[in-house]
């Protein structure tokens, strides 16, 4: 339902909204807080704006709206401090909905758009589409190849993009799970578990897909990768197209509840957090309601899985030194508090040194880097200062924050690997079947 000042579906709700108590005690915990001490781009000042639009005070369409509301990272740091539980995640998400549908609906009168067309084109039509997006990831599988994203062709690319591509893993181009890699070894699996690739971490990342079912496999929990799975939506909700995420969580819902599955597991905390919110982005679908919440109630980490049905300690040992840069949806939204550090803190010699504040925002924040690449950069280099000296290698479990860590440590500490946990688990597992 629309309402008189926020005229497309899906308004910021009232009642919460109007929960916030304007205390102040999210502005401590805010990224872009911090780093511009302006209200606007507070938490208590993101609500209150939406409150002040509701209102009538300030119309929809004014440009501070769209720049409030878009230079939030969506990190949801903020709802872990609030004491009277406000969704600011949701609200800001609906808010951005309403300026991208204002935008839409009058192209003449708005200038610049919050989202360009180019990324909104990606996340509309490159995202929910697999095949599109495994082709394009065999182009640049090509591209890269011939070196044209490491040499002077990177400037054939938008700004804000070149660093990235140069940071950017060799792609394979292949597919990345093979048929006989879609389901587990054992006949009697102790839980049955769905894994989910996503769209970035499946083209970019397909090891750590490859990773995360070994090591269920290994730990006697039953992975299958159902078929007809698509991008989680996460993007699509950042960049206010919240039609476009909605398709893409029935196509989910349908792939992975035709299984008996007692988990659904992620290894990428931005989709799991998206993942755990279907019910609410489906909450108006007679259809898919129930079946939303259902799926939600599943979804958990692979460390969190690890966590609570228990993982094999490997029993061969290493020397390697690293830091654990827990993704702030992972941290915030799917709650996995210490799970991911006792996994790697299982693994015979390896030397885990903390990171001050490591569930702070990298400044990767799905699209973020792309739309807002100065604060990337400044969140981006407080988090590289953070990095403790001596280490061998960063472990993170979200692929937007291992792309952009990739970016950090090329430019500020070169030398440092940035691997997934569940990589680091795995190789700990391949290493004692490989010595005698
Ligand atoms: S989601 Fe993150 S950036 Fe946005 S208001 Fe909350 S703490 Fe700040
Ligand atoms: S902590 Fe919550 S209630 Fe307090 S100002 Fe921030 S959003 Fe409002």
Redesign the pocket.
């Known amino acids: 339902m629309a309402d008189l000042n926020f005229p497309f579906v899906d308004p910021p709700r009232q009642d919460q909204f109007q929960?916030?108590?304007?205390?102040?005690?999210?502005?401590d915990s805010c990224p872009t807080f911090q780093e511009t001490g302006r209200e606007l781009e507070?938490?208590?000042g993101r609500?209150?704006l939406i409150a002040a639009v509701a209102r009538g005070v300030v119309p929809l369409q004014a440009p501070k709206v769209a720049q409030t509301l878009f230079s939030c990272l969506d990190c949801r740091a903020?709802?872990v401090?609030?004491?009277?539980?406000?969704p600011?995640g949701s609200l800001i998400e609906r808010g951005r909905a309403q300026v991208v549908g204002w935008q839409e609906a009058h192209p003449d009168l708005h200038g610049q758009r919050s989202v360009s067309k180019t990324t909104r084109w990606a996340v509309t039509h490159l995202l929910p589409n697999q095949r599109r997006l495994r082709r394009l990831g065999w182009v640049v599988a090509r591209v890269q190849r011939l070196g044209l994203l490491s040499g002077p062709g990177r400037r054939l690319l938008p700004k804000p993009m070149r660093a990235m591509a140069q940071s950017l893993p060799p792609l394979t181009g292949k597919e990345t799970l093979p048929p006989e890699r879609t389901t587990g070894s054992s006949p009697n699996p102790k839980k049955k578990v769905g894994v989910f690739l996503g769209c970035v971490m499946d083209v970019v990342f397909g090891d750590a897909n490859q990773a995360t079912i070994r090591v269920l496999d290994k730990n006697g929990l039953g992975p299958v990768v159902p078929q007809g799975q698509n991008c989680c939506g996460a993007l699509a909700i950042h960049a206010g197209e919240r039609e476009t995420a909605r398709k893409m969580a029935r196509r989910n819902i349908d792939a992975f509840l035709a299984g008996d599955l007692d988990y659904i597991a992620t290894n990428a905390g931005g989709c799991g957090a998206a993942l755990m919110e279907y019910g609410e982005w489906l909450a108006d679908d007679p259809q898919y309601r129930e079946k939303a919440e259902i799926f939600s109630k599943k979804v958990k980490d692979v460390a969190q899985i690890l966590d609570t049905e228990g993982w094999q300690v490997p029993r061969s040992a290493t020397t390697e030194v690293v830091t654990y840069q827990t993704s702030c949806h992972l941290s915030n939204v799917m709650k996995a508090g210490a799970a991911p550090e006792r996994i790697l803190q299982s693994i015979p010699g390896v030397q885990l040194k903390p990171m001050a504040d490591s569930a702070r925002c990298c400044g990767s924040a799905g699209i973020y880097n792309l739309t807002h690449p100065q604060m990337a950069e400044a969140l981006l280099r407080r988090k590289m200062e953070d990095v403790p000296d001596g280490i061998d290698t960063i472990v993170t479990g979200n692929p937007g924050c291992w792309l952009q860590l990739l970016h950090g440590v090329q430019a500020y500490r070169p030398g440092v690997q940035v691997r997934h946990l569940v990589q680091v688990l795995d190789d700990a597992y391949q290493r004692e079947t490989s010595s005698p």
């Not at 929960?19 to 502005?27: D, V």
């Not at 401090?81 to 406000?86: I, L, T, W």
Request: glycine share 8%.
């Open positions: 929960s916030c108590i304007k205390c102040g005690l999210c502005l507070s938490p208590r609500v209150q903020c709802e401090a609030c004491p009277s539980g406000v600011i």
